[in-house]
């Protein structure tokens, strides 16, 4: 009922910056019922992890290792979220999944691959 398309990821140098988009689309029923957008990122052998999330009035939640360094933001009117990744290091390097929550539905992204190389 609601499709996520993630873009921007990419190759950046260590220190670079990305900027990843996730836009929603579907039955706008679901879509006017979003209450939470966020990231999650999944490295080769290791869980998903959360990067950073943001309610639909503004809260914002970010895991401590991308604190002061990741900015995440939404624009409610075009049903998206960004997330602006700054001083980024190689252990940023994942598969970066868009997530939202509707209702009681969790939907997710096909994931961006974002590559820091040190």
């Known amino acids: 009922q609601v499709q996520l398309v993630e873009s921007g990821g990419g190759l950046v140098q260590a220190g670079g910056s990305l900027r990843l988009s996730c836009a929603a689309s579907?039955?706008?029923?679901?879509?006017?019922?979003?209450?939470?957008m966020g990231w999650y990122r999944q490295a080769p052998g290791k869980q998903r992890e959360l990067v950073a999330t943001i309610t639909r009035g503004g809260s914002t939640n970010y895991a401590d290792s991308v604190k002061g360094r990741f900015t995440i933001s939404r624009d409610n009117a075009k049903n998206t979220v960004y997330l602006e990744m700054n001083s980024l290091k190689a252990e940023d390097t994942s598969v970066y999944y868009c997530?939202?929550?509707?209702?009681?539905?969790?939907?997710w992204g096909q994931g961006t691959q974002v590559t820091v190389s040190s």
């Open positions: 579907g039955n706008i029923a679901y879509i006017l019922r979003i209450t939470a």
């Open positions: 997530n939202s929550i509707s209702g009681s539905a969790n939907y």
